[in-house]
């Protein structure tokens, strides 16, 4: 292993003296690279030029620049004012002059190229940026050249036409010192700003051109893809990485047990790790703690305490993070006192329980309804000095829900509060949406005033759950409140509010409040639908107002295009029962013309309407 190390660093070492000769001979030779010096320095060929006094010669526009910057880089504001003939003059060709004169001062050659872009406006090309980043690299100003590649592909990214940094990177190293860390520093600046691809791209080049990526570049490049999940491409990086010589370290085959893990294939992973080991390398905590995640989300528990087991044998103590996601996967298959024990164990190796921790054991006991048992945890980790967040208090208020407990679950919250502890809105949506299915609208109604006091406004789902609720008992004054409540904070009620309340108000037999919040609803854009024309017209109906109920039935299908069968059908069946045939006929004509459509429901109303007439008149004819 160590020979293949030296042997590395030596090949690393020849890649300066060799690449002028091979390299870039062959890319400067291609047509693709020859535009790509277009921005080299052009001499200014007018021979007028030389009457010009030194400070307004175009020729000299250079050497001022480099000379104030030798003598003074403040004074380059200064200048600006002293060359505003000749800045017009500064072109691409212009900046590389200056950059490569700077190549001994890297903070000289950053202060003007922040000048020019900054100061003077201009927006220097490609080329530009890769003298600069060069420079920077070779002085071992790392973090400073990748902030310029990464601004450079962002400015890149925005122009219409996307120009190949990694082509104008090889050809600007012909003019000036260069550091094949660069190209790393490339494939890492893709792969950070998202650009994974592209990073991959830059990868292929830099092994086609025979250099060698650091096995950091090759690692971040990896972490990219496996997050992208290119599994054919995680796979042909790391055979390029034994094909080249590249040595992976640990993070190497962290990441690719991690990404094994994710694409759920642990045969695999045992495969790679066997490999892993042959080459030297022992799996680390990490690694472990990727695998044993791995089983426990799977349900292979066995598999996941077999590794734990083997840690100890190879050295590696658990940590906390090892311990709590065992506890997780026991809790998942219903194995909670099986967790708690672990969890004495965990305690009794020396490590101190955090938040997941007790997180884990109260949700598990929360889950299987055992509450005293969370609720002693909770107080346990109190002591400890832990204060329980957002998952516990949700936990332990659900685990009371799902009990049916509601009162130990408002007095839970009641008891958070006491411990200082902020109940968020989820827990107090979370309340208020099962008590309104619980039909306890009281008891939500107490609940908003403790929302209010927390200082969180209800949201319109509570009210509407609420008032839901509300007519469900017929509560409608309640109703009617928190609905004009909503109104007043400018929360327009939703179409079911109005649904609920206006049957509600039908049920009660108050036909005129309903009609009224059905023209209300109108002037907020909401159109009536068929459960609201129903409830109206079955309302009518049922107070034997048949007059209005056939008016209303017609006005919702002229206005609103509402052609409810149950509606019609409610009209007809109580004029059948009058035994008025003729009006049934005359009323069925005209719903017809205006496109309800009878269904059996229609004919058997019908009929019933007939053979009550037929009956009627066969008793009259027996009487006489």
């Known amino acids: 292993m160590y020979q293949s190390q030296n042997l590395l660093k030596l090949r690393r070492k020849s890649y300066a003296t060799c690449i002028s000769k091979s390299i870039l001979a062959s890319y400067s030779s291609s047509s693709s690279l020859q535009s790509l010096t277009i921005g080299d320095p052009k001499p200014i060929s007018n021979p007028l030029h030389s009457f010009l006094p030194e400070t307004q010669n175009p020729h000299n526009l250079v050497n001022l620049i480099y000379s104030s910057l030798k003598t003074n880089k403040t004074q380059l504001a200064l200048l600006r004012n002293d060359l505003q003939h000749l800045i017009p003059h500064l072109g691409n060709g212009e900046i590389s002059r200056v950059l490569l004169r700077c190549q001994a001062d890297c903070s000289s050659a950053l202060t003007f190229f922040n000048w020019v872009k900054n100061d003077l406006g201009l927006v220097p090309s490609t080329y530009n940026y890769c003298i600069v980043v060069h420079i920077l690299a070779w002085s071992r100003s790392f973090s400073q050249a990748m902030r310029l590649l990464c601004e450079l592909?962002?400015?890149?990214?925005?122009?219409?036409?996307?120009?190949?940094?990694f082509k104008d990177l090889v050809s600007s190293a012909h003019k000036c010192n260069w550091n094949p860390v660069v190209f790393d520093m490339l494939i890492k600046a893709y792969v950070n700003i998202g650009l994974v691809q592209e990073g991959y791209g830059v990868f292929r080049?830099?092994?086609?051109?025979?250099?060698?990526?650091?096995?950091v570049a090759f690692n971040c490049l990896l972490n990219g893809l496996s997050k992208s999940n290119c599994i054919d491409k995680c796979w042909e990086i790391y055979e390029v990485m034994g094909r080249i010589g590249i040595i992976p370290n640990t993070f190497t085959f962290n990441i690719l047990t991690h990404f094994f893990c994710k694409v759920e294939d642990l045969d695999k992973v045992n495969e790679f790790l066997e490999k892993m080991e042959e080459e030297g390398f022992e799996p680390d905590i990490v690694t472990y703690n990727t695998?044993?995640?791995s089983c426990c989300k799977k349900g292979r528990?066995?598999?996941a305490f077999y590794l734990y087991r083997i840690m100890y044998r190879r050295g590696v103590i658990p940590d906390l993070v090892t311990y709590t996601t065992l506890m997780n996967g026991l809790c998942k298959v219903g194995k909670v006192r099986e967790c708690h024990q672990l969890f004495h164990r965990m305690v009794d190796r020396g490590l101190s329980p955090d938040i997941v921790s007790y997180n884990s054991l109260i949700n598990g006991y929360c889950k299987e309804g055992e509450m005293k048992e969370a609720r002693a945890l909770l107080h346990d980790m109190i002591r400890n000095g832990i204060f329980p967040d957002s998952f516990t208090c949700h936990a332990l208020v659900e685990g009371y829900g799902r009990q049916g407990e509601w009162l130990s679950a408002l007095n839970m919250v009641v008891e958070l509060k006491r411990f200082g502890i902020s109940i968020t809105r989820d827990i107090y949506s979370y309340l208020v949406f099962s008590l309104c299915q619980e039909n306890r609208p009281f008891v939500v109604m107490r609940l908003l005033d403790r929302i209010l006091e927390d200082g969180y406004e209800p949201t319109e789902e509570m009210y509407e759950k609420l008032i839901n609720s509300l007519c469900n008992n017929d509560c409608v004054t309640e109703a009617l409140m928190y609905k004009n409540e909503m109104v007043k904070k400018n929360m327009y009620p939703s179409l079911s509010i109005y649904q609920s309340v206006i049957s509600c108000l039908c049920?009660?037999?108050?036909?005129p409040d309903a009609e009224s919040l059905m023209e209300e609803m109108v002037k907020f854009g909401l159109e009536p639908d068929c459960t609201i024309c129903r409830a109206l017209v079955t309302g009518y109906c049922r107070g034997q107002n048949i007059a209005k109920a056939e008016a209303l039935l017609f006005s919702l299908a002229m206005e609103y295009q509402l052609y409810d069968s149950d509606s019609y059908n409610a009209v007809v069946k109580v004029i059948s029962e009058q035994g008025d045939l003729n009006k049934s006929m005359e009323l069925q004509d005209k719903l017809l013309k205006l496109g309800f459509a009878?269904?059996?429901?229609?004919?058997?109303?019908?009929?019933?309407g007939m053979w009550k007439v037929m009956?009627?008149?066969?008793?009259?004819?027996c009487e006489v």
Do not use: A, F
Request: charged letters at 30%; a negative charge.
């Open 153 to 165: 592909i962002d400015l890149n990214l925005k122009r219409t036409e996307n120009l190949d940094v």
């Open 205 to 215: 080049k830099i092994v086609g051109m025979g250099l060698v990526p650091h096995v």
């Open 615 to 621: 009956e009627e008149e066969k008793e009259g004819v």
């Open 301 to 303: 528990l066995d598999d």
């Open 598 to 608: 009878p269904n059996s429901q229609t004919c058997k109303h019908v009929l019933d």
């Open 507 to 511: 049920r009660l037999n108050r036909y």
């Open 291 to 293: 695998l044993i995640s």
